[in-house]
């Protein structure tokens, strides 16, 4: 059906024209433009995607079965599973593998449980409550490019105010890039820095859509606001938990300007000294664009998409199971009022399916 | 402590402070096991949290104008200094002198702003499209823009790099500002509003006055659309501004956006810190700007996305 769609909008123009027609011959001209053109108006995006999002995607396959480089693009020679093979033997992709988990690990569990407190907290009558708000998503309009520098400089051995305050209370001065553990604290300091305020405020959203009466049956139960947080607000929020942590998993994937700026050596791209803190991202970035292996790259690519497809499945098993038991019914009214026959009426496995992508973490 | 006042003057919010406060009704009846004192100190506390959150979140921020304001011995001193200087300008002066900063400034203005007016335009026209035209295989079409949202495609980069030295785009701007010329999340974003935000009568009103499909959403939809059109737009310029990995890989250092040119700043010179940070700071600024008049667009744009789809 999308086949009809490139010459659609063109001849939209003609009817137009103010002068008269017999109605017959318009409406005949309306029946053609009006089935034609919504085609033509959704057309750009997927075509977009097509020569942007999906072919690439699938000529990494591909290429990820052939042995080429940057230098002779046009010389690939096939050589089957060689490269994935050659990859599960190399000690580095597990080294990127280890650290990417441990990464994600750091930087989504506080980042979550922190915006889940902010965003109980802001959920209530505030005096300046836009001044507050902004305050809080102040970091995740900086640039993650700034965010690194300035951290970098935070955390620097010798000028550093972190080292500084640390030595106010006896700390020796710590080598952040250099220790398996610190580098890892610090990058993800940066990320949940940057990430915390964000998801408060998609915490906030949802929270201020759950029926009032809920809170109050709760406190009439005797709840005080901690224990309707963990009774009342976490269950209902489950989905946009759910979903907010599967965002946050998948950036954390791709984690790469962090560590790639963190790097103390200049032009380094292999995550420090001893590859403390290299990310799959930054091996990719490494393997396909440093040492130019588009193939053995493309490899890595595949194995972290099929990463994220397992990740993606789990997070929908469990939103799925959880909309079930707690939030369809609000699921149900943020649906209603909405008309549109076509709107297909799915059992709520997505009530936030537009939230993180907001922000998709363009260079993560 | 008055419930009924409480929850009058909370109109706009869900909040469970006011039925916090209902729990004032449990004292009168078990005064003894669980007093609502609890709830009142959070009251008093919120407000020193969310100060310190705040002054946390702004910290860096600050620490990213201040340290150039200085010179490089005073910040290299043991208790750092704390408080800006006057040296600003003349470390800004560094940054130009430096790296194409002035081509880089320029270039992201113009990838950041055609990414907007791309999206701008290709999103409402397609969530127009979604929310108000009826043609077959709408839901299918629209549960696979939704879907795409959940693909990485950033994963797809090696063969884009392959696809756009075929177009002959490798270090072209055009080459930065294509891949997300239509977003998905726009599309969405924007059938949602158009869906609440233009009525079917002004649609069939239009449709009267004889305006074709097109000549609906120039003349009617579009106007209706700016409010949601601020938000989009505000949102794809601070993300095409941000933006990072896919410049750095497809640019050369010689045509820089503002990021790449930051790490190129930063990975040279990364003992000059009034130098790096210079830039840092430069570059941060536009999207500050922007942030500190558009703030509460901005905030309602991400919670209101959270919220529908």
Known sequence: ?364 | MSVTIDKATDADEASPEAAGHAGGRRRLGRPATTPTAPDERRGLLRYPFLLIVVVLSAFPVYWTFMIPSRTNDVVGQTPPPILPGGHFFENARRVFDTVEFEKALVNSLLVAGSITLCTLFFCSLAGFAFAKLRFRGRGALLAIVIATMMVPVQLGIIPLYIEMQKFGWANHLIAVIAPTAVTAFGVVFMRQYTEQAIPDELLEAGRMDGCSTFGLYWHVVLPGLRPAMAVLGLLTFMQAWNDFMWPLIVLSPQNPTVQVALSTLAAGYYRDNTLVLGGTALGTLPVLLIFAVFGRQIISGIMEGAVKG
Request: aromatic share 12%; net charge positive.
């Open chain 1, 1 to 364: 059906m999308t086949t009809t769609a490139p010459p659609a909008p063109r001849p939209d123009a003609a009817p137009t024209r103010p002068t008269r027609r017999p109605n017959a011959a318009r409406a005949a001209v309306r029946r053609v433009t009006g089935v034609t053109a919504p085609y033509g108006f959704v057309a750009p995006f997927f075509m977009m995607f097509l020569v942007f999002g999906l072919f690439p995607m699938a000529y990494t396959f591909w290429v990820s079965l052939t042995d080429r480089d940057l230098l002779r693009p046009d010389d690939a020679k096939m050589v089957g599973l060689r490269n994935y093979i050659d990859l599960l033997h190399d000690e580095f992709f597990w080294n990127a593998v280890k650290n990417t988990f441990e990464l994600m690990l750091l930087c989504s569990v506080p980042q979550l449980a922190f915006a889940l407190i902010l965003a109980h907290v802001l959920n209530a009558r505030l005096r300046g409550r836009t001044l507050f708000r902004m305050g809080v998503l102040l970091p995740n309009i900086t640039s993650i490019v700034a965010v690194t520098i300035v951290f970098s400089q935070l955390f620097s051995r010798d000028f550093g105010l972190f080292n500084w305050v640390f030595s106010l209370v006896g700390v020796d001065k710590i080598d952040w890039q250099a220790g398996e553990w610190s580098s890892k604290i610090a990058i993800s300091m940066m990320v949940v820095w940057r990430w915390t305020g964000y998801n408060a405020l998609i915490y906030l959203a949802a929270m201020q859509a759950i029926p009032k009466e809920q809170f109050e049956a709760a406190a009439i139960d005797g709840a005080g606001t901690w224990r309707q947080l963990w009774h009342v607000t976490l269950p209902a929020l489950r989905p946009t938990i759910a979903f907010t942590a599967l965002v946050s998993l998948i950036g954390q994937i791709q984690l790469f300007t962090e560590p790639l700026l963190f790097d103390i050596s200049p032009g380094s791209v292999s995550g420090g000294t001893d590859r403390q803190f290299q990310t799959l991202a930054l091996f990719l970035y490494e393997e396909g664009f440093r040492l130019r292996h588009f193939g053995y790259g493309s490899a890595v690519a595949w194995l972290m998409f099929l990463m994220t497809v397992i990740l993606a499945a789990f997070a929908y098993v469990v939103t799925r199971s959880s909309a079930r038991i707690g939030g369809a019914r609000i699921a149900r009214t943020r649906r209603l009022g909405r008309g549109g026959g076509s709107r297909v009426t799915r059992p709520a496995p997505r009530p936030t399916a537009t939230d993180g992508d907001s922000r998709p973490g363009g260079a993560r």
